[in-house]
């Protein structure tokens, strides 16, 4: 129990710190997502949890992945969100080491002043 407490409670962090960025009030936001304030500010605070069917209206509402909330965003040592595709988030660290070595490798070939960005 005391698990899930806990993670509610870092679910609903994520989940004010994107309402915020958003500058969107709890009243915005719940009448957006269609749940009652004081149920989102429960959720907010880490007392309640939420359905699937509550974490899809919040993310329709905030524009946002399901893993932003739940998960969060990965960041970068200078604070911005990391532009590295999910799959890589997930490696072992064997993994993360093969493809380090890897990039190293495209890199030599391919150095970022001949590609392009999105």
């Known amino acids: 129990m005391a698990f899930d407490s806990a993670v509610n409670g870092e679910i609903g962090q994520r989940l004010r710190t994107l309402r915020e960025e958003k500058s969107l ?3 915005k936001l719940a009448e957006a997502a269609d749940i009652s304030v004081q149920f989102l500010a429960d ?8 359905t699937v069917q509550t974490l899809r209206k919040l993310v329709l509402a905030l524009h946002c992945t399901a893993d932003d909330i739940v998960f969060g965003r990965p960041a970068t040592p200078d604070g911005k ?8 988030q ?3 660290p064997t993994q993360a080491g093969m493809a380090s070595d890897i990039m190293e490798l495209v890199l030599k070939l391919v150095p970022p002043s001949q590609t392009t960005e999105d």
Request: hydrophobic share 30%; no cysteine.
């Open 81 to 88: 969100s990391s532009a590295l595709p999910p799959v890589f």
């Open 25 to 27: 009030s709890r009243e």
């Open 43 to 50: 959720i907010e605070t880490g007392r309640k949890g939420m």
């Open 90 to 92: 997930n490696l072992t």
